[in-house]
Each structure stands twice: as C-alpha cells, then as structure tokens.
C-alpha cells in the first residue's frame, strides 16, 4: 500500500509560479508511473504530466497545454515527485492530484491515461488574470 500526500498550492496572479510537492509512503520499492492530473470544476480530470522511475532511465511526458511551461521531477532519496509550474494561466486553475501506479517505461507513456492505483488527495491551485 502507498500513500500520497500532495502540497504546495495556493493563489498567484497570472505569470506567477508554484511548485506542487507529491510525498510518497508505504510500499514505494520498484518501477512507477507517477502521474499530475487536475480536475477544474465542470471538466473532466485531464493528465497534466508523467514520469517514470525506476531501473530504467527516467522519462517524462506533457500535456500540450503545459508543455514548455511546467517540468515534473522526481527526488527519489525524498520520495517525493514535484510539479514545477511557471507562467500560470487562469486556465490552470484545479485541483491538481498526484497518482501512481507501478509501471515500466513503456507504459508510462500517455499522459492522457488516467489508470493509476494511488491517488492523493489533491491540492487546489487558484490562478487569478
């Protein structure tokens, strides 16, 4: 069993940046997909960004809409995954949950999958124009 504990959101003003921390606990040991996905009142959840970790080399995956403006990494000593995003947009605005799933590379892929068995509880990001 894993446990995710997300922090580090907040409100900024558009242009602004924040850094979502993603804490990992329990069974943590092998490969993963660790997934940022965020949900806006009315939306569906949408795959922000994905990371693989593990014996193989590490590789990450975005969403179009983030692209080039947000960066997910992953300390594994700390356990912890972060969602570094810069150049906020209003449309940014969600609540942003950290996922995990045991995985391999080459199925840590498609940032649009939304199959993971760890959830966090999410963490609100509000972005203000």
């Known amino acids: 069993q894993v446990t995710l504990v997300e922090s580090g959101g907040g409100s900024v003003q558009a242009g602004g940046s924040l850094r979502l921390s993603c804490a990992a606990s329990?069974?943590?040991?092998?490969?993963?997909?660790m997934a940022w996905i965020r949900q806006s009142p009315g939306n569906e959840r949408e795959g922000v960004a994905i990371l693989y970790t593990g014996k193989y080399a590490e590789s990450t995956h975005y969403a179009d809409s983030v692209r080039g403006r947000f960066n997910i990494s992953h300390d594994s000593a700390k356990k912890t995954t972060f969602l570094q995003m810069n150049n906020l947009k209003p449309k940014d605005t969600a609540m942003y949950y950290c996922a995990a799933t045991l995985s391999l590379p080459w199925v840590c892929g498609d940032v649009k999958q939304l199959d993971y068995s760890y959830w966090g509880q999410g963490t609100r990001v509000t972005v203000s124009s």
């Open positions: 329990g069974d943590t040991y092998g490969d993963w997909c």
